[in-house]
T-cell receptor, first 115, second 109 residues
Framework: EAGVTQSPTHLIKTRGQQVTLRCSPI?????VYWYQQALGLGLQFLLW???????NRGNFPPRFSGRQFPNYSSELNVNALELEDSALYLC??????????????FGSGTQLSVL | KQEVTQIPAALSVPEGENLVLNCSFT??????LQWFRQDPGKGLTSLLL?????REQTSGRLNASLDKSSGRSTLYIAASQPGDSATYLC????????FGAGTRLTVKP
């Protein structure tokens, strides 16, 4: 069974540009979570999608947005990139809250560098 | 708002020692708690998940306990090995999932 897959693995952008990161959850998982992990810092919660809807978002500006598609894959969009957006972006998936085996499974991440 | 704290931030031990990592959280209304391991520059690997109705879970040399009412969990690692060197994170789940900052463990040969 395939795990959570993220693309691309690495990305280099310049300030002011826009970027789209992609995530495919494990088959059968309906929830997708996005986290930002800046160098040396902990995981900061960005967004949670379930069944195609945004369920919660962390304390990030509106230029961070995303969506979840009918097949439960997800995109994270970041507009007007700033230097401090440089980080590892991690996607995770799980079954819906309340179901058995609600473990969160992570992808390997997208390393974004903003120059 | 859920706050998750992990102590210590870093730990260095000689090989073979037993050790305990601590995790505390402010809102006890959680569905479950999960411990992860992260190697540098990589994603997270799930170690153990404890449902809110459970007190502990064991996997090999790892044992995790949960005291929901006091907002605390511990991860016990027995007979540590150099391959255990990594950052260990705990996360609590209500609707979304919130993480602590992690404990960076170094096991010296």
């Amino acid at each position: 069974e395939a795990g959570v897959t993220q693309s691309p693995t690495h990305l280099i952008k310049t300030r002011g540009q826009q970027v789209t990161l992609r995530c495919s959850p494990i088959s059968g998982h309906t929830s997708v979570y996005w986290y930002q992990q800046a160098l040396g810092l902990g995981l900061q919660f960005l967004l949670w999608y379930d069944e195609g809807e945004e369920r919660n978002r962390g304390n990030f500006p509106p230029r961070f947005s995303g969506r979840q598609f009918p097949n439960y894959s997800s995109e994270l969009n970041v507009n007007a990139l700033e230097l401090e957006d440089s980080a590892l972006y991690l996607c995770a998936s799980s079954r819906r809250v309340g179901q058995d085996n609600e473990k969160l499974f992570f992808g390997s991440g997208t390393q974004l560098s903003v120059l | 708002k859920q706050e998750v704290t992990q102590i210590p931030a870093a730990l260095s031990v000689p090989e073979g020692e037993n050790l305990v990592l601590n995790c505390s959280f402010t809102d006890s209304a959680i569905y479950n708690l999960q411990w992860f391991r992260q190697d540098p520059g990589k994603g997270l690997t799930s170690l153990l998940l404890i449902q809110s109705s459970q007190r502990e879970q064991t996997s090999g040399r790892l044992n995790a306990s949960l005291d929901k009412s006091s907002g605390r969990s511990t991860l016990y690692i027995a007979a540590s090995q150099p391959g255990d060197s990594a950052t260990y994170l705990c996360a609590v789940r209500r609707n979304d999932m919130r993480f602590g900052a992690g404990t960076r463990l170094t096991v010296k040969p």
